[in-house]
């Protein structure tokens, strides 16, 4: 998740990082949930691994993801990339994809150097803004998406 974060809303990220959760009466966050679950029912959801990522299953020796539009696809490709990266440092070596059933659609991603860069990146990205004492201001980048997000009150109210 704070990947995913960390690309559409670093204020979001540090929230979320230290406590303040919005997510659960959100209704957009409950759409994805329920088509999560109506999607690929025969498939083992949900898997964790190590306590630390969720995937949503595993299938032809790939990583799946679920995700209810296409709209914060950077952000989806990272979560998944960084899950590569994962397996990757525990000498699992997979690639990964990003399926959106409403819009019949999957996107291959694969682990290569530069995505490996990328995500190291964003992992250090994470670290600074984690250790920031409040939570960042709200930037130009993440607005377009802020109409929607769980914590529009929060931050707008």
Known sequence: MQVAYYTVCKRKLWLFSHGISMESENENVKLGKLLHEDSYDRKAKDILIDNRIRVDFIDGGSI????KSSRLEEASEN?????LYYLSLKGVFVDGELHYPKENRIKKVTLDNHAREKIELI????????????????????RPYCKKCAYYNFCYG
């Open 64 to 67: 799946h993801e679920v995700k």
């Open 79 to 83: 979560q998944i990339l960084y899950y």
């Open 123 to 142: 992992l250090s990205g994470i670290d600074e803004i984690l250790k920031m004492p409040s939570p960042p201001s709200l930037d130009s980048e993440s």
